[in-house]
């Protein structure tokens, strides 16, 4: 399923407005930034459950494929194998969106994010759903599998460089970062999330890229193949 419309249904689930305090009349208390952060997240999850639900995609765990072997045990995710498909699926752990060295996610945020990397990787990421799990909601998304190369599957920051210069990328020392003209930025460059495949072709499997305010999505230069 399209991550644009699970972003869209993430964010028409809004926090209900605080009431106005006893003291002061029409004018709410001060809010406290971590529970207004919290409430954003719950509503954002329901807004995509409730998406889940009628769109035939709320999840049990019968419905996973079986866990990915030999997977490193992510931050942010739990990896599975989907064989038939030739696709790994990923559930975010539950109640929780992602983070990185950008921050902390917001559901919204980390289907943008994945939406952000279709784009510029040319990658194929799907929503596959909500899975409710006892500790909360997980949000599960899948992408092809990728055969590593049997002897130097890990690329070398000389070849990860090439591949980010391609793309039109630069980096910024003071940032230290990776952006573009477009108003994109790369983090999380580190060798582990590229891959070298058997045909020797550099593919970016976890960088977390951000736009910056000011610059929309459809201006955000597409990868060669799209």
Request: net charge neutral.
């Amino acid at each position: 399923m399209d991550l644009a419309e699970a972003e869209q249904a993430a964010l028409s689930g809004r926090p209900k407005t605080a009431r106005a305090g006893l003291g002061v009349a029409n004018v709410g208390q001060p809010r406290d930034p971590v529970t207004e952060w919290e409430e954003r997240v719950a509503a954002q999850f329901k807004g995509l459950q409730r998406f889940a639900k009628s769109s035939g995609c709320a999840l049990t765990e019968a419905d996973l494929p079986p866990v990915l072997r030999g997977a490193t045990p992510g931050r942010e995710i739990t990896a599975y194998l989907h064989a038939a498909q030739r696709r790994v699926w990923k559930a975010t752990f539950p109640g929780e969106s992602g983070f990185g060295q950008f921050g902390y996610y917001t559901p919204a945020g980390y289907l943008r994010r994945l939406r952000l990397s279709n784009r510029i990787f040319g990658d194929d990421v799907h929503f596959e759903g909500i899975w409710k799990r006892p500790g909360g909601l997980s949000i599960v998304t899948s992408q092809p599998f990728i055969q590593p190369h049997p002897v130097r599957f890990i690329p070398t920051e000389d070849e990860i460089h090439g591949l980010l210069h391609a793309l039109g990328f630069a980096y910024n020392d003071t940032l230290m970062l990776w952006e573009r003209s477009d108003g994109v930025q790369l983090a999380d460059t580190h060798d582990r999330n590229f891959i070298r495949a058997p045909d020797e072709t550099i593919i970016a499997i976890d960088v977390q890229p951000r736009l910056l305010p000011g610059h929309g999505f459809e201006a955000v230069i597409a990868a060669p193949s799209l």
